[in-house]
């Protein structure tokens, strides 16, 4: 049979799939096939799913959990969410459970965004972003990030237009492992709540902040809280990738709209899923710690080996280093093909950076253990 290509919108068209996701599914199938293949491409450490977690999503299937719930979330776990903003006045009305943070923001770019509208972010940045914006009609207008990876909020007062409808900062940073600086951070607040802006803070690796840094909270810093929404995960956080789980902690007004919009999206997130949510938030938070020791380490390791080989940016938080591959490209040779060679011929998935709008380099996720980092850079050296 003849198949016809189908018809699909326009609005598909001009969005490209994500990269993240493309390769680690490609380091899988590839293993399938039985190469040896040391996957730095996905952002998902390899620690297992902590057991409270696991324990308390397996009674709550046995104990039912298995029905329609409320739209914005259970209950006890927005209220147990809702905890961390309560110097801000916050409640659980506050809160929306989200089907991880990438469908927080899809909804986020929905709900905010008229046709024609600017979103302003700078890059290099996550992959998503920029595919959610215009799935919502909205140009994403992008910014060069400062030294280091860091926010310009100089830059940003600069691309502001009369259809700027918000700005989105993401500290720490997916693909640089940059922490902003908290007056720069301070800075875009002020300028969002001066200009009738929102500020949408992705804060999807608010835990993993390393050398006893704390992470900042951008609503802390803005002169108008009600501009500022908060997108938050438990996937990296918690190990809970595959649960799908994240929330959004913004205006009541802004989470009735989200909630609006969910039912008819997916209605509630997964019912028992979220009762392994809420044992994640209450269970000891030395698991936690450990795990971000452990990942100090692994940057440490992964920082000494990448600059043997490459300049790199220092890693301060998520479990990204951002190198600047430049030097090692062959006449006419993109960082993208750069990263099929390794694939091919080191057998190391790294995700390229033109999937972050940052041609040039590559993301190197370090979130495995030392003795694959050190045998991954040394295939990785042998090619070069
Ligand atoms: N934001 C950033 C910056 C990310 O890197 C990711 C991927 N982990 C997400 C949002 C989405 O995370 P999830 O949907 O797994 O909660
Ligand atoms: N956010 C992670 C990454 O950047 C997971 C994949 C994705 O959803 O993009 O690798």
Known sequence: MI???????????????????????LAQTLRRQGRDIISLAVGEPDFPTPEPIIDATQRALADQQTRYGPVPGEPILREQLAEAFASFGYDRDNILVTNGAKQALYSLFQVLCDPGDEVILTR??????????????????LVEAAADFQLD?????????????AILVNSPNNPTG????????????????????????DEAYHAFTYDGREHHMVLASSPDPRRVITVRSFSKHFNMTGFRLGYVAADKAIVLALARLQSHLTGNVCSFAQYGALAALRMDPAIVAQRRAALQNRRDT?????????????????????????????????????????????????????????????????????????????NIKEVL
Do not use: M
């Open 3 to 25: 198949s016809a290509a189908p018809h699909l919108a326009d609005r598909l068209k001009q969005v490209s799939e994500s990269r993240t996701t493309r390769i680690s599914t």
């Open 124 to 141: 290099p940045c996550w992959v998503s972003f920029t595919e959610q914006i215009k799935l919502a009609g909205a140009t994403p207008v």
């Open 153 to 165: 909020p100089e830059c940003i007062a600069r691309a502001v237009t009369a259809r700027t409808c």
């Open 178 to 201: 940059a922490i902003y600086e908290p007056s720069a951070l301070a800075e875009t607040a002020r300028l969002a709540a001066d200009r009738g802006i929102y500020l949408i803070s």
């Open 302 to 378: 992964a920082e000494a080996l990448v600059r043997t080989l490459f300049p790199c940016s220092h890693g301060a938080g998520a479990f990204y280093l951002f190198p600047d591959v430049n030097a090692c490209l062959r006449a006419g040779e993109t960082s993208e093909d750069l990263a099929e060679r390794l694939l091919n011929r080191a057998g190391v998935a790294v995700v390229p950076g033109e999937a972050f709008h940052g041609p040039g380099h590559i993301r190197i996720s370090y979130g495995i253990d030392e003795t694959l980092l050190r045998r991954a850079f040394k």
